[in-house]
Antibody, heavy 114, light 107 residues
Framework: EVQVVETGGGLIQPGGSLRLSCAAS????????MSWVRQAPGKGLEWVSV???????SYADSVKGRFTISRDTSKNTLSLHMSSLRVEDTAIYYC????????WGQGTLVTVSP | DIQMTQSPSSLSASVGDRVTITCRAS??????LAWYQQKPGKVPKVLIY???TLQSGVPSRFSGSGSGTDFTLTISSLQPEDVATYYC?????????FGGGTKVEVK
């Protein structure tokens, strides 16, 4: 059975850092396109970052230079390291498999507040 | 970057009505287009990928069409459980932009 579980969210002050993790089962993270998507309270879906099966990465302009996507092949996990966090980064962050399967996790809430 | 424009932003229809939502890409994206349904308080769920391929388990009243720049999601007979916000997403290349969403309500 395919499962995607995000962890690591929480309350953080502006300027702080946080690392989100996404544990996958039922498929191999490194063989898939894996993405982070976020949704601010009451707002639409916003794509954040993607890592392709070949390892190349891409970021939304809103997070470029502050967020880093990575994966751990040995643990079959995806991560998002977020630094220089801003109030506007407050959102539910989802880990998602793109292009095949289309599996999403339940999301983890990141709140950036003084 | 390619922009994804959805219309309408909201609609209200009666049970049994045919509902159509459109998504327009500012440049061609072939058929690399997915449609999602997000019910209130729930995780988005893919309905359609590759513009017209129905995801396993999705009711057949949902269908997708289009290629290039113009895409359509159709609900052939609206049901009460279809109340949700629907999003399109391009995935041919980064950025994997979402459309702004269409909120569907039942009259």
């Amino acid at each position: 059975e395919v499962q995607v579980v995000e962890t690591g969210g929480g309350l953080i002050q502006p300027g702080g850092s946080l690392r989100l993790s996404c544990a996958a089962s039922g498929f191999i993270v490194s063989s898939n396109y894996m993405s982070w998507v976020r949704q601010a309270p009451g707002k639409g879906l916003e794509w954040v970052s993607v890592i392709y099966n070949g390892g190349s990465t891409s970021y939304a302009d809103s997070v470029k230079g502050r967020f880093t996507i990575s994966r751990d092949t040995s643990k079959n996990t995806l991560s998002l390291h977020m630094s220089s966090l801003r109030v506007e980064d407050t959102a539910i962050y989802y880990c998602a498999r793109v292009d095949t399967g289309w599996d999403w996790g339940q999301g983890t809430l990141v709140t950036v507040s003084p | 970057d390619i922009q994804m424009t959805q219309s309408p932003s909201s609609l209200s229809a009666s049970v049994g009505d045919r509902v159509t939502i459109t998504c327009r890409a500012s440049q061609g994206i072939s058929n690399y287009l997915a449609w999602y349904q997000q019910k209130p308080g729930k995780v988005p769920k893919v309905l359609i990928y590759a513009a017209s391929t129905l995801q396993s388990g999705v009711p057949s009243r949902f269908s997708g069409s289009g290629s290039g720049t113009d895409f359509t999601l159709t609900i052939s007979s609206l049901q009460p459980e279809d109340v949700a916000t629907y999003y399109c997403q391009k995935y041919n290349s980064a950025p994997l932009t979402f459309g702004g969403g269409t909120k569907v309500e039942v009259k």
